[in-house]
């Protein structure tokens, strides 16, 4: 863990990024102490964001839940959005070369989940779909004629082929794109250079904050970057070693309101 600033930001100063999923939420629902230390956060004059690898759709879902007035980070960083206003900032789409990519690697791993995120559109891709995500479409046409940008792609492997599976990755012509593991089983592309923490930086050049008064929470290797790029950095109970590493303060559990503990933290400080 790292050493622990003299203090944490004012809430009136702080922009607080926070993870979606294993840390503002463990299911369909964000507890509701987070509802409400988040609302509380506001209107202290705080400025909230998601940082999550979600799909814009499932961002704006849950936005709409626990309320945002700052741009939030969706698709790992591969989008910035401002959910409270409905305007992108901006994006960073993938190489053409990704669309040969996917295609290869759906005829490589027929029993590989797959999906491609635009902006605005999900598409499930691979010849395996059990589950089709709400928000995305099960697409049967052509994967080099999915229209639009590509900003993300994801994979859902058995975690015991997951190395092989990152390795035929890794060994194809990805020299503009970027390869992480963001879960057990979860695999995704980027356009190279695209993370949180990138965006975060990003938005600080744009003027949209102060990098000195940011603050983030999260639990998986997608929040690494976020939180070494964060002023003041936190983790739940759940979250994985090397973010415990990287964090000034590890929290309880997210099912039991880690959010809201380090709103708590700031607003008492």
Request: aromatic share 6%; hydrophobic share 40%.
């Amino acid at each position: 863990m790292r050493d622990k600033p003299a203090t944490l930001p004012k809430p009136h100063r702080c922009h607080l990024f926070c993870d979606v999923d294993g840390t503002l939420l463990m299911s369909a629902n964000p507890p509701t102490v987070n509802i409400e230390a988040i609302a509380r956060f506001m209107a202290a004059g705080g400025r909230f964001s998601l940082a999550t690898g979600r799909s814009l759709r499932s961002s704006k879902a849950i936005g709409e839940r626990v309320g945002t007035n700052a741009p939030s980070i969706v698709l790992d960083g591969a989008a910035i959005y401002d959910l409270s206003r409905d305007i992108l900032v901006e994006y960073t789409p993938l190489p053409e070369s990704a669309r040969e990519l996917m295609a290869r690697i759906v005829e490589s791993f027929p029993h590989v989940g797959a999906s491609v995120s635009t902006l605005h559109e999900g598409f499930e891709v691979g010849a395996k779909r059990d589950y089709v995500p709400p928000h995305h479409q099960d697409y049967r046409g052509s994967i080099s004629a999915i229209p639009g940008d590509w900003l993300k792609l994801v994979f859902v492997v058995p975690s015991q082929e997951m190395e092989d599976f990152l390795r035929f990755i890794r060994h194809s012509d990805t020299e503009a794109m970027s390869v992480m593991a963001s879960g057990d089983m979860y695999a995704s592309v980027m356009a190279s250079g695209c993370s949180k923490g990138a965006a975060i930086r990003r938005l600080g050049e744009l003027g949209y904050l102060d990098l000195s008064q940011v603050a983030a929470i999260g639990d998986y290797d997608n929040d690494l970057d976020m939180l070494k790029t964060a002023a003041y950095a936190a983790c739940p109970s759940n979250a994985i070693e090397s973010v415990r590493a990287v964090s000034h303060h590890v929290l309880g559990h997210a099912e039991t309101g880690a959010v809201a503990q380090f709103i708590d933290r700031m607003m008492a400080d």
